[in-house]
């Protein structure tokens, strides 16, 4: 484990410290064309934290965050937690009903939000049965007043305090949420402690990335995802670096415009991004980046083959979870095996076991179990579900692997995602891997359907590059090429274009949607 000392506020060390080692004029921030300095992220984050003080909330209260990537998300998540409250940033791409839920669920008593995305749920206030303040960034500018529930995030900074003192919190302290959800039920809050992000940095951002305070991350996925949330803050602040901000939506003409304009040295994006960003027919000079990271679902092998010919820099790809807060298998700077996730993290162990939880052989696909001290402490009031995932020191993934002799690791699929055809286990990933590698296919989903003697066969839906067209001779031709790579039982039996894949909003194809489509 990382050693700190047992008082330990994470909002300290990753922001007050700059200002005290003398980086307080370093720019932590881009947004929107302008540059902010960790002093000004500092002291905005100490007015967030004495303005919720004056709202009554006190150490272990939960903050709702509801923000599109900028330095309000920094400084209210920072604000919070130096207050040794507990903020929980949100997806902010939901439904009115996934707000309800989440914010019943966590009782926040204060919630941080954008204008455009309050205005849109702010009639669910009545239905909030814990909420009591809503502090609104951009309130005035959109024409509304405060009043005694809403409050302007800008008037509301000018009016609190800029000395806040960090609560005396320990580093096994609560410290923030993020929700995490599956393909079933509703989601789930994971309970991180003050000292999982140092873990994330000690033992993945520092030795993998290399990250220093030169680079300049840019992450299009957004700070309320985990994977993002590192990305974007916790790893350019643990080692007074510069993140890119980026609040729309990571379209591939905005992302390189905003890679020309900051000129970022780090990039992470997903496989669906990378997918579209090829696709594109304009060239884009990317030649800021030293590095690309993937993560969110397996990177197929073409897409890290394509690109590197393209822009000449590598993508690693790997594989973390919202439990265990970022990225704990990885390939590595000159040692890629493209269409692999890479080597277990260093400060991670991995074990694959069978459905006995006994170890499986060499070469043979299993389910993941991690070990390594950026887990959450528990699922929120969600006790059974706590015990079936965290396994004392051991956390079950969901995902399937095999691991060769060399010590790579190869995705499988989600452990509910693989298909049983005629007996035989049938990895989603590889089978879009196989149909990806065709030029006419740009993006690939692989979901199991039932044929008419109701057995399960493999179904493609796949959308195209912009100069291929759908035909029945394309479907023979993809089926052909698929079994000309796998055996032949892994081919799809039935083959749908779309136009797209319906994801998450954090880059996962949503397969259960696919599946359900898949019902006759
Ligand atoms: O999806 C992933 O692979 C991931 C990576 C880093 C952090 C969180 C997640 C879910």
Same mark, same amino acid.
């Given at each position: ?66 923000? +599109? ?6 400084? $209210? ?96 302290? $609560? ?33 993998? +990335? ?111 979870? #919202? ?154 031709? +993809? ?8 055996? $032949? ?14 994801? #998450? ?16």
């Amino acid at each position: 484990t990382v050693s700190l000392p047992e008082q330990f506020n994470a909002a300290s060390y990753f922001l007050d410290r700059h200002l005290a080692e003398g980086r307080g004029e370093r720019t932590a921030i881009y947004y929107e064309g302008n540059a902010y300095t960790y002093a000004q992220i500092a002291e905005q984050a100490n007015r967030v934290g004495s303005g919720l003080s004056e709202l009554g909330i006190e150490m272990e209260q939960r903050v709702a965050l509801i923000l +599109l990537d900028s330095p309000a998300f920094a400084a $209210s998540f920072f604000g919070a937690l130096k207050l040794g409250a507990v903020p929980v940033p949100m997806n902010t791409m939901l439904r009115p009903d996934d707000y309800i839920y989440l914010l019943n669920d966590c009782r926040a008593k204060v919630l941080c939000v954008h204008a455009e995305l309050w205005r849109a749920i702010r009639h669910i206030l009545p239905r909030l049965l814990y909420l009591r303040h809503v502090v609104v960034v951009g309130l005035e500018q959109s024409g509304e007043r405060e009043n005694a529930t809403c409050h302007d995030f800008e008037l509301w900074l000018r009016r609190a305090s800029p000395d806040l003192k960090a609560a005396r919190t320990s580093k096994d302290d $609560s410290a923030f949420w993020l929700y995490s959800s599956g393909s079933t039920g509703f989601p789930k809050g994971c309970v991180h402690l003050h000292h999982d992000m140092t873990y994330c940095c000690e033992y993945y951002a520092k030795p993998i +990335l290399q990250i220093n305070e030169r680079d300049i991350c840019f992450s299009a996925s957004k700070l309320f995802f985990a994977y993002g949330f590192g990305n974007g803050l916790y790893f350019p602040f643990a080692v007074g670096a510069s993140a890119v901000h980026y609040p729309g939506r990571p379209q591939p003409e905005a992302v390189f415009q905003a890679i020309e304009q900051y000129r970022p040295t780090i990039f992470f994006g997903s496989p669906a991004l990378y997918a579209n960003m090829l696709a594109s027919g304009k060239s884009y000079d990317l030649s800021s980046l030293r590095l690309c990271v993937s993560a969110g679902e397996a990177l197929p092998a073409d897409i890290w083959r394509r690109w590197q010919q393209r822009y000449g820099v590598e993508i690693l790809d790997g594989i973390g979870s #919202t439990e265990i807060l970022h990225i704990f298998i990885s390939n590595r700077t000159g040692e890629v095996r493209p269409g692999s996730t890479g080597k277990i993290v260093p400060g991670y162990e991995a074990r694959i076991v069978d459905e006995r939880g006994a170890e499986v052989a060499p070469g043979e696909m299993g389910t993941l179990l991690i070990r390594g001290d950026s887990t959450a402490a528990c699922y929120w009031n969600k006790h059974e579900k706590t015990l079936d995932t965290m396994r004392g020191r051991w956390i079950a993934t969901g995902d399937t692997y095999t691991q060769d002799a060399d010590g790579y690791y190869w995705y499988g699929g989600r452990v509910d995602d693989m298909l049983k055809v005629n007996g035989l286990w049938v990895s989603p990933a590889e089978v879009e891997g196989a149909l990806m590698a065709h030029p006419a296919v740009l993006q690939a989903a692989i979901v199991g359907a039932a044929d008419q003697d109701e057995l399960i066969k493999p179904r493609a839906y796949i959308v195209l590059q912009s100069d291929h067209e759908p035909s029945e001779t394309l479907v023979n031709e +993809l089926k052909t090429f698929v079994k000309a790579r796998l055996a $032949s039982f892994k081919a799809p039996q039935w083959i749908e274009f779309v136009s797209e894949l319906p994801m #998450t909003a954090t880059g996962k194809i949503q397969r259960f949607v696919l599946r359900e489509a898949s019902r006759p």
